[in-house]
Nanobody
Framework: QVELVESGGGAVQTGGSLRLSCAAS????????MGWFRQVPGKEREFVAA????????DSADSVKDRFTISRDNAKNSASLQMNSLKPEDTAVYYC????????????????WGRGTQVTVYS
């Protein structure tokens, strides 16, 4: 069993920054990947960024490249999402998920999820 807990959401003005964290507990993560997704009401969960626990390779959506950075802290079993230059369209509930094996941009491939944290960007 794996438990994921997100933190760091909030409300910020356009152009501001937030740092989300995802703390993981339970099974070992040496073979896992962790991803950040976001969702607004009525829409499917959208890929934001992912990182491999084993080699640190990353992937991110075109819409957030150059603005968002995903990182990991193996010792703390946590992953972070640094979000800069935030825009109103970044407003969503952000979820972290984890899966065995390599990176994936599909939320369906992830086995465990946190409860999410709200990010609101106002103009």
């Amino acid at each position: 069993q794996v438990e994921l807990v997100e933190s760091g959401g909030g409300a910020v003005q356009t152009g501001g920054s937030l740092r989300l964290s995802c703390a993981a507990s339970g099974r070992t993560f040496s073979r896992n990947s962790m991803g950040w997704f976001r969702q607004v009401p009525g829409k499917e969960r959208e890929f934001v960024a992912a990182i491999s626990w084993s080699d640190g390779s990353t992937d991110s959506a075109d819409s957030v490249k150059d603005r968002f950075t995903i990182s990991r802290d193996n010792a703390k079993n946590s992953a972070s999402l640094q979000m800069n230059s935030l825009k109103p369209e970044d407003t969503a509930v952000y979820y972290c998920g984890t899966k065995w094996g390599g990176l994936s941009t599909s939320w369906r491939m992830y086995d465990y999820w946190g409860r999410g944290t709200q990010v609101t960007v106002y103009s």
